[in-house]
């Protein structure tokens, strides 16, 4: 049973620019969640999808969205990037839904860093 | 709106000492309770939980008992170890969100021999 990976492993990018980053769900998994984890602080919840559905946000703007696709990888993209966007940025993914918890898995992460 | 307050760090320690990191809440109803442990390097681990009160989460040595009377949830450990080295996650998830986490900011902790 493969785990949760996420690609690229870093990224850099400049300011105004667009990003996609990717993410592999564990086997079997059918909801993933994106966070935000700047350098130095705990991660922020940006948004959950299930079944190919945004469901449920955080405080995060529209020019953050993303993808989960029929084989339950996912997305994340990030539009008009700002410098404020350099983090670390986690993929998280679990059995269940929208209002069911199951035990979350998180991956490695990809740091993006905005020039 | 839901938050997790966490002790701040860094945190050294000597080998087999003992260990405790506060974690207080701010939640509507009866939200569960979790610490994580991220390694240099790696992304979150779950490390153990707890989902409604007076439960008592235990893993590798690690304790927490959620107290919804002091809206806490402590993690102890009773003699630390250098491989405990690591950042240490306090988080909530609000009943009937799926996984929608609120971490705290995270304890770096540091075991010297």
């Known amino acids: 049973e493969t785990g949760v990976t996420q690609s690229p492993t870093h990224l850099i990018k400049t300011r105004g620019q667009q990003v996609t980053l990717r993410c592999s769900s564990q086997?079997?998994?059918?909801?993933v969640s994106w966070y935000q984890q700047a350098l130095g602080q705990g991660p922020q919840f940006i948004f959950q999808y299930y079944r190919e559905e945004e469901n449920g946000r955080g405080n995060f703007p529209p020019r953050f969205s993303g993808l989960q696709f029929p084989n339950y990888s996912s997305e994340l993209n990030v539009n008009a990037l700002e410098l404020d966007d350099s983090a670390l940025y986690l993929c998280?993914?679990?059995?269940?839904?929208?209002?069911?918890?199951?035990?979350?898995?998180f991956g490695p992460g990809t740091r993006l860093t905005v020039t | 709106g839901d938050s997790v307050t966490q002790m701040e760090g860094p945190v050294t320690l000597s080998e087999e000492a003992f260990l405790t990191i506060n974690c207080t809440y701010t939640a509507t109803g009866y939200p569960s309770l979790f610490w994580y442990v991220q390694y240099p390097g790696e992304g979150l681990q779950l490390l153990l939980k707890?989902?409604?009160?007076?439960d008592k989460g235990s893993n590798k040595g690690f304790e927490a008992t959620y107290r919804k009377e002091t809206t806490s949830f402590h993690l102890e450990k009773g003699s630390v170890q250098v491989s405990d080295s690591a950042v240490y996650f306090c988080a909530l998830r609000p009943p009937n969100t799926g996984n929608q986490f609120y971490f705290g900011t995270g304890t770096s902790l540091t075991v010297i021999p």
């Open positions: 998280a993914s679990s059995l269940g839904g929208p209002t069911v918890s199951g035990e979350q898995y």
């Open positions: 086997s079997g998994h059918n909801t």
């Open positions: 707890a989902t409604k009160a007076d």
